[in-house]
């Protein structure tokens, strides 16, 4: 049906031309044919394309993950943003993340406080989603009591942003911080930054590390197993 109308449109033209008796009006008349069935083209082309570009919105966990892949095996150094004004934790200490390990869907980053390197955080990716959770040692290697705290991200997110609310097994372990929510924030060459807010209260922590500026990698966490 397409190639008959194709057909007989191309029949209407020719017998159009065939009326012009003057070469040269035929000619320009065949031109201007020929423009206006490449604009035509050219517009089909670029209507289809956009259409296509706002059927597919962005797959914002991959763009944050891929972000994250970037660091991979480069230290950097950060500094509290936010802290409630009783923190000693992390007050006056050198601060440094180490993203030391990168699987394809499991990244550990041990996180430096001082001489102190019980922490590491543990991104997972499963089904689109994100897991965070905080692993913390002893210096002879074995778990604190308090480890494995954390939680899913609830959506997509953003490119740049995941947000952790704390899931079932942080209340069974620490039920105070059960309305905590953690995200962690990457804007590439610029910063990574790690945050808390307990919902509710005071308590918010943020920390940013620079990673235009790449530093000496630390020591192994206690108890790192590669």
């Given at each position: ?51 296509q570009s706002q059927s597919k919105p962005p797959d914002n966990t991959s763009l944050f ?113 059960g309305p905590n929510v953690w995200w962690i924030e990457i804007v590439d060459g610029q ?36």
């Open positions: 049906m397409t190639e008959l109308k194709t057909k007989l449109n191309e029949a209407r033209v020719e017998e159009f031309l065939d009326g012009i008796e003057n070469e040269k009006l035929r000619k320009d008349c065949l031109a201007v044919l020929k423009l206006i069935l490449v604009i035509f083209t050219l517009v089909l082309l670029s209507t289809s394309a956009y259409a993950w891929n972000s994250l892949k970037k660091l991979c095996g480069k230290a950097y150094e950060g500094k509290v943003i936010a802290a409630p004004a009783d923190d000693t934790t992390f007050k006056d200490k050198d601060l440094v993340m180490h993203v030391r390990a990168c699987e394809e869907n499991r990244i550990r980053i041990p996180f430096v406080v001082g001489t102190d390197r019980s922490r590491t955080w543990v991104l997972t990716r499963k089904k689109g989603r994100f897991l965070l959770k905080h692993d913390h040692r002893h210096e002879d290697g074995k778990p604190d009591k308090v480890t494995q705290y954390g939680g899913w991200t609830t959506n997509s997110g953003l490119a740049t942003r995941q947000v952790f609310p704390a899931d079932q097994e942080t209340v069974d372990i620490l039920p105070a911080a910063y990574f930054s790690y945050n808390l807010r307990r919902m509710g209260s005071d308590r918010y922590f943020s920390i940013r590390f620079d990673i235009t500026k790449e530093i000496k990698a630390p020591e192994a966490p206690w108890g790192w197993k590669d």
